[in-house]
Structures are given as structure tokens and as C-alpha cells.
């Protein structure tokens, strides 16, 4: 778990240390109330406090409001951040895709992740704090790696770097979120890759 606490703005502060055993019994409390088909709009602190044996106060202490509280349950119940490898730009890339097709799995097998994502959807600001502390960190550690690529030599450089995300990227969603029936093959981010970099032409005799 973090360490940090959230201050103005939805930044994070430093505080004092979180007890590991109490957020953690604070996340679990909101999950059990979700998966006992409680609306995720009309979940109170008041009912999460209740449901965790703490106060307001303490869930107040750890998270600025319900979206932040939130954007940390689904943290939660993702498949966890992957660790690069680091041996080049183009095996961290194929890392971060497979992170992607991962997350979609786990969509397609959980119908309350599912059902949690569709809700998140309709709520915006629920859904700008989750784009703005996970998406967008996600995308930009994505970009870094595409620029190491460029820089090393190992993607061209006549191309921007945004552009390449999106075909990267829009494959990967394309198949995992827009198409829930297509198949999802272990190997599918290593295909992406390898096709991005070979091209869609024709190849000559």
C-alpha cells in the first residue's frame, strides 16, 4: 500500500503511515458492499466506515473523498502493475501490452469487475479521477518507453510518438474491449509488436 495520503486537488501529501490492516479491511468492506449489489452511487463513507468497524474519520484521513476511495478499490481488484524488465525498450513495451491484455481478461472472466467498470463509466467524475492517477500514469510510462525505443534506435524517428501509442495501444483495447468475443492468445502483444514493426504491406519476392 501507499504511504501517502491525498491532499488538495486529489494530490497526494505525506502523512503519517497508513495502517496496513485497517485500509486494508477499508477496501475490503467496499468491495463486499459491491458485491452484495450495493450501487456504487449510493455507497456512503458513513455505510463503508460502518461495514470496515472505523470512523469517518479514518477513511477521511487516507482518501480526499469517494472517488479517490474508489480509484484505490479497483487498484485493488486489478491484476497489479507490471515490473519492466528493463533488457530493452521494445521487451518493455511487449511488458505493457500484455498488461493490457491481462486486464482485459480479467473483464471478460469477472462480471463485477465488469459491472464495476460500466458504473465507474457513468459516473464522470468518478471516471476523470480514475483516467487522471491511473490511465494517464499508465500512458505516459508507455510513451517514455516508446521514446527509449526511438532514442536507441529501435523505432523510427520520423514518426511522433503519440501516434505510435495509439496504433500500439487502439490494437490492443480494440480487441480486448471492443470486440469481447475475440480470442486473447498469450502472445498476442508479441503479434502487435512484430506487426507494427514489419508493417502491413506486402511483402516483395
Known amino acids: 500500500m501507499r504511504d501517502q495520503e491525498y491532499g ?43 461495514t470496515a468497524g472505523v470512523g469517518k474519520a479514518t477513511i477521511y484521513r487516507r482518501w480526499q473523498g469517494k472517488e479517490a476511495l474508489f480509484v484505490d478499490v479497483l487498484r485493488e481488484i486489478e491484476p497489479p502493475e ?26 471478460r472472466s469477472s462480471a463485477f469487475l465488469h459491472s464495476v467498470f460500466a458504473e465507474m463509466k457513468s459516473r464522470p467524475t468518478l471516471w476523470a479521477e480514475y483516467q487522471r492517477t491511473v490511465i494517464e500514469p499508465r500512458r505516459q510510462a508507455m510513451l517514455a518507453v516508446l521514446r527509449r525505443a526511438v532514442a536507441e534506435g529501435e523505432l523510427r524517428d520520423d514518426l511522433p510518438v503519440d501516434l505510435m501509442y495509439d496504433l500500439l495501444v487502439g490494437a490492443m483495447l480494440v480487441r480486448t474491449l471492443h470486440r469481447p468475443d475475440a480470442p486473447l492468445p498469450e502472445d498476442l502483444a508479441e503479434q502487435i509488436v512484430g506487426a507494427a514493426l514489419e508493417g502491413l504491406g506486402a511483402r516483395k519476392a
Do not use: M, N, Y
Open 8 to 50: 488538495q486537488g486529489g494530490e497526494h501529501r505525506r502523512g503519517r503511515p497508513r495502517s496496513e490492516a485497517v485500509e486494508r479491511a477499508i477496501l475490503e468492506a467496499v468491495v463486499a458492499l459491491l458485491e452484495d449489489g450495493v450501487p456504487l452511487g449510493t455507497l456512503s463513507i458513513e455505510r463503508i466506515a460502518r
Open 82 to 107: 507490471p515490473t519492466l524488465p528493463g533488457k530493452s525498450p521494445l521487451a518493455d513495451l511487449t511488458v505493457l501490452l500484455e498488461s493490457l491484455r491481462t486486464r482485459g481478461l480479467a473483464q
